[in-house]
């Protein structure tokens, strides 16, 4: 009698211990059900994550209007400032240029000398060249920049406004204005805005703002003037 009582409490005992077991392993089961999600959700998370990074990276790498407005005026600023800009040489300064003449390197030294009283309010030049004297004459007007002798003819150096392709004659002879916004460098410095002219005769000819011209450059590809210094007066 007591045996089966006894063998009735263990069995009790173990679909007890059984139900437990079978409790714990569903919870374990669900924990790992819902880890399982978890793990799935993540990815999705991360997905979204990075393409919304993408997205704003996009966004960043997109031009603002702004930029090309703003890139729009600064190059309408250096077009009104080279259009604006004057060529003619800076009267408080000395230029020296370097010249080839019959195989020889010379050195002129150009220096301002007054306005001449006659009609047209000409600029009066001196060049020196091996201690010799001779005078010039350089004018600008709103048409464009001449350079001549006192009482004298002249020459047309540049037509105004300045164009790329322009032509304009000089005695007869048609030159063109090839260049109207480089940047050359001489011993002098450097130069901005400045003008290239082709000559009927293949010279090139080279002119910055308020220096007027700084080089000249021969059939050949010969530089055979130079402007190298300026002396401030």
């Known amino acids: ?32 059900t819902v880890e399982e999600v978890n793990n799935k959700e993540e990815p999705i998370d991360k997905q979204e994550q ?3 990074t993408d997205e704003e990276t ?20 250096q077009d009104v400032d080279n259009s604006s800009a004057s060529y003619l040489m800076d009267k408080t300064n000395d230029y020296v240029k370097e010249v080839i003449n019959g195989g ?3 050195q002129v030294i150009t220096t301002y000398v007054g306005e001449d009283e006659g009609e047209g309010s000409w600029d009066l030049w001196e060049t020196t060249i091996d201690g010799e ?11 464009g920049l001449y350079t001549g002798y006192p009482e004298s003819e002249y020459y047309v150096d540049l037509v105004y406004p300045l164009e790329e392709g322009k032509t304009f004659e000089n005695w007869g002879e048609v030159n063109t204005i090839t260049k109207i916004d480089g940047t050359m460098t001489t011993e002098a410095g450097e130069f901005d ?12 000819l080279f002119f910055a703002p308020t220096i007027g011209h700084i080089r000249s450059v021969d059939e050949n590809g010969t530089v055979v003037s130079e402007l190298i210094e300026i002396i401030p007066q």
């Open 133 to 143: 004297t001779h005078e010039f004459a350089v004018k600008e007007d709103e048409e």
């Open 50 to 52: 990075e393409s919304e």
């Open 193 to 204: 805005h400045v003008v290239e002219v082709k000559t009927a005769d293949n010279w090139t």
């Open 1 to 32: 009698m007591r045996l089966k009582f006894f063998v009735s409490i263990l069995l009790i005992f173990l679909l007890l211990v059984g139900c437990s077991a079978n409790k714990n392993s569903l919870e374990e089961e669900k924990e790992g």
């Open 58 to 77: 996009e966004s960043n790498i997109e031009e603002d209007p702004r930029d090309e407005d703003v890139q729009a005026e600064q190059a309408e600023e």
């Open 104 to 106: 020889q390197i010379l």
